[in-house]
DNA sequence: CCTTTCTTTGCAAACGTTTGCAATTCTTAT
DNA sequence: ATAAGAATTGCAAACGTTTGCAAAGAAAGG
């Protein structure tokens, strides 16, 4: 009953194994009844055909690798679900692994999916030269990266315009009035975090504010450096005084508030603050004004991508810039 | 330069293939000079095993399929983060699907995965009796459930005391002088929610509470669904008055928070309201009271029992019942 | 020098498919 | 009745491994 093969079903119809397989793929012809005969044993024995043995044949395992910094954090878990929602229609599933945003573990896993012989691959690297993909690139597998981007010639990405973004948010703290304004950065050494500062920096020089090194401070993305770093700024603020900080990551954001309620201050009547990718579940409560990824369109425009590229290994490498969204919460106040 | 086989190295070296293959994987005891050699030129050309071939010999693809309705959630996110850093380290990786909470795409899952040949099944289902995943565990593979637990024979889960859960929450609501006490149940089709529904029923009798169908409303889990029982409730409260609620579920939480938004209504000073696996990031703002799981734990439990069970296939199936967590916010209000 | 034992290697089957080609049978038209 | 063509089926190789068994060779013991 359990796990028959093709074997076992041409066996006893007393049939050679390829007829049978023709007769369950359907590709070729075979006699009508035979498939019907077929079939039906197929039915009773519930043939279940391997996949594993089919991937080898094929060169091909339907196989798409996630791998991710993070996937508790809400914008990696909507982007792979829309990712899963389109290209399992397609037949294909994911491969999932967590880095926990560390590049020896990238590499360890990036190995382990290349020895899977995954058809195509998504990655938020922490890498950023592209070491660590160039073997499924070289070898004409679809890479996709989100998030960061690394220097290298010919590569498919999808994220938000990251400079924009931190435009945007220095635009609207202006707007409210705010003339000094800090910023925590993620990290400088990854495009995200170098686009994100040279948004930044734009921003208050094409906005006439002004400029200050002692009001950048980085982290690492991680809630305790926003944390440490929000402190940072705090303890400097005679020094270098600030009226708002723009965060730029989710985690850092909430570290950075903890260090604002730990200094007896409070957010938007001591410091505005507006952060990144924070997500607003609870209507009623405390709205964190937030930059935020349309992490949506970006799992779906990913997924598209991904089975575009898996049919046709046409085209030449292509970064999509989605546009940032600006939500204004309760946590920045008009000065 | 890409992708080698044994093939290639033992023609190169005019060897067999099954030395080529001994040497690499050095089990077998092989000549330290022909050893030399075979690694050489596995370096120089970048030799990378074809996991799926030797998947198919050994009858094992190291994989290990996990299926959940929602990993957008923070609590299903977090449990895969933690059986991803469990079993990698023994070298599985994780296939993932997200099933939307729909019983036919669960199915449709499942049967890529079966066919797929992954080692292991760890399951946050919608179906009841547990037929999904039966071939799994009549072919042996181990399955754990998580969230819901079928009604069926021999079951390994690991969740949380669902009933001891509603109880603390009426109990705490209880011991804030809260007397009539509504809930939102999501599905008493399924035994978590039947298991939450059983238990809310015991704590009100155990408790001397007034018991009042009228005070019970069901979702099913999602946003939407909790707005909608909140809606209810709220509009049949001359009927049926009380002065909280307990919403069995995260989404439908935020949900039932919106409706009562939408009345004008206030939390706590209006209703008191405790939900279920809310989180709150920012310590700062409006803090949600909530019943939580602890879902680190379940997940790296998770993660052990199957490396356990993939090592020795012994041991009958094991309901593992994990104690659930109070966290009191301020969305309950003593009266 | 012959037998025994150990080391090293190769052969070949196996895992479960797919698929090009050839062989067989059945139609059908002349 | 016979040839041509179409329909159906089977053979065998291939995908890249692993592994039991046997063969060959070398070392060692008598």
Redesign the pocket.
């Known amino acids: 009953m359990a796990?028959s093969?093709?074997?076992q079903i041409a066996k006893e119809l007393?049939?050679?194994?390829?007829?049978v397989?023709?007769a369950?793929?359907g590709?070729?012809?075979?006699?009508?009844?035979?498939k019907k005969r077929v079939l039906e044993l197929a039915e009773k024995y519930s043939?279940?055909?391997?996949e594993v043995?089919?991937s080898?044949?094929?060169?091909s395992t339907e196989t798409v690798a996630v791998v991710l910094p993070d996937i508790s954090e809400n914008f990696f878990g909507t982007i792979v679900k829309e990712i899963d929602s389109a290209v399992s229609k397609e037949g294909y599933m994911l491969l999932l692994a967590d880095t926990h945003e560390r590049a020896d573990k990238e590499n360890k896993y990036l190995d382990m999916l290349y020895k899977r012989q995954v058809d195509a691959l998504v990655l938020a690297t922490v890498d950023i030269d592209g070491a660590s993909s160039a073997r499924f690139r070289n070898g004409g597998k679809p890479v996709i990266f989100i998030d960061n981007v690394p220097k290298a010639e010919n590569i498919d990405a999808i994220t938000i315009d990251n400079k924009k973004a931190s435009f945007m948010a220095v635009e609207y703290l202006k707007s409210q009035g705010h003339k000094n304004i800090a910023t925590i950065i993620g990290s400088k050494e990854e495009t995200t975090g170098a686009e994100r500062l040279e948004g930044y920096r734009d921003a208050l020089k094409k906005l006439c504010l002004s400029e200050n090194e002692d009001l950048i401070a980085f982290g690492d993305y991680k809630r305790e450096s926003g944390y440490i770093a929000m402190k940072k700024l705090l303890e400097n603020r005679e020094n270098a005084p600030f009226s708002a900080v723009f965060v730029t990551s989710e985690k850092m954001t909430y570290g950075a508030l903890d260090a604002i309620k730990e200094a007896s201050l409070s957010v938007p009547e001591d410091i505005s603050l507006i952060g990144f990718d924070v997500h607003e579940r609870y209507k009623g409560g405390h709205k964190i004004a937030s930059i935020r990824q349309p992490e949506e369109e970006i799992g779906k425009l990913v997924g598209k991508q991904l089975l575009s590229k898996l049919k046709n290994q046409n085209a030449d490498g292509e970064h999509i810039l989605l546009e940032p969204l600006l939500y204004k919460g309760d946590t920045v106040k008009a000065v």
């Open positions: 796990d093969t093709l074997k007393s049939l050679s194994v390829s007829t397989s023709r369950i793929n590709k070729s012809v075979v006699n009508a009844d035979t043939y279940t055909p391997n043995a089919r080898l044949q094929k060169c």
